[in-house]
């Protein structure tokens, strides 16, 4: 398995997932991707579950949670790691987020928060003290994250929001139906996608970060998590990165899944 072993400031690090029925979502992707699971044993975890890929002794590749509040829809949420938790907090604000949980030390390994950007979508930061719980230890294979995507009804603010609080830059491709995709980079590295919500995006659905998971086969993938109880949003098809597709789970988090073609 391709370990990871750093993440950079600004790239993403982690995901986990916000859901009303834990039970559902561990049968769900644990049936779509083969994940297993286990409960962190930490005061500050209040039975957050971390998911493994080979195992319950396999390496993590992202988290679940109880959803706390039932108003919240279901979602996941991505994690950036930073070198500064409570400067990002400070660059939120002044951007014109707001914080969602304030910065603070989670098991003596890292310090996180978690916010909520001009539009209302959720995303959150870790700070990792040392080599104990960097993020995800594996990628770069078919069940772990691939990319995470922010979806928005205004490009502009959100480049300058995400600019501002993750020194982002900013650059423009065309993959899908013509529409016009922006790519994040913090340097030179690709970290993150921006696409723009226009006319034909469901106009219940709230702007927010959706991580894709890469899969071998897409169809295959799609197909079975229809079988398992979600929704395709969006049916499998071809973009220059490779072959997509969006489905809503089970519970109402929107995930994607993505078979690669390895330049991105």
């Not at 072993?5 to 997932?17: K, N, Q, S, V």
């Not at 390496?59 to 679940?64: A, H, L």
């Not at 071998?216 to 072959?243: F, M, N, Q, S, Y």
Request: aromatic fraction near 12%.
């Amino acid at each position: 398995m391709p370990e990871v072993t750093r993440y950079e400031p600004g790239t993403p690090c982690w995901i986990d997932l916000a859901s009303p029925d834990p039970g559902t979502s561990r049968r769900f992707y644990g049936d779509l991707f083969g994940w297993s699971s286990y409960t962190l044993s930490v005061e500050q975890a209040n039975d957050y579950e971390i998911f493994t890929l080979g195992g319950a002794d396999g390496p993590s590749v992202g988290g679940m949670q109880t959803l706390a509040d039932p108003a919240q829809p279901p979602s996941w949420t991505s994690y950036f790691t930073v070198a500064d938790v409570d400067a990002v907090a400070r660059a939120v604000v002044a951007a014109g987020g707001r914080e969602r949980l304030p910065p603070r030390e989670f098991a003596h390994v890292g310090r996180t928060a978690m916010f909520t950007d001009f539009q209302g979508s959720d995303f959150a930061v870790w700070q990792p003290h040392g080599d104990e719980l960097r993020g995800a230890e594996v990628a770069g294979e078919p069940s772990t994250m691939y990319w995470v995507e922010l979806a928005t009804r205004n490009v502009e603010k959100a480049r300058r929001f995400y600019g501002e609080v993750f020194g982002w830059r900013a650059s423009e491709r065309r993959y899908y139906r013509d529409w016009v995709y922006t790519i994040w980079r913090a340097g030179v590295r690709p970290v993150a996608g921006l696409v723009h919500m226009d006319a034909t995006w469901p106009a219940e659905w709230p702007g927010d970060w959706v991580p894709y998971f890469e899969v071998a086969d897409v169809d295959a993938a799609a197909e079975h998590a229809g079988e398992l109880g979600a929704t395709v949003t969006v049916p499998p098809d071809d973009i220059e990165p490779g072959r997509f597709a969006v489905v809503m789970d089970p519970t109402g988090a929107r995930v994607g899944l993505i078979s690669p073609r390895r330049a991105r």
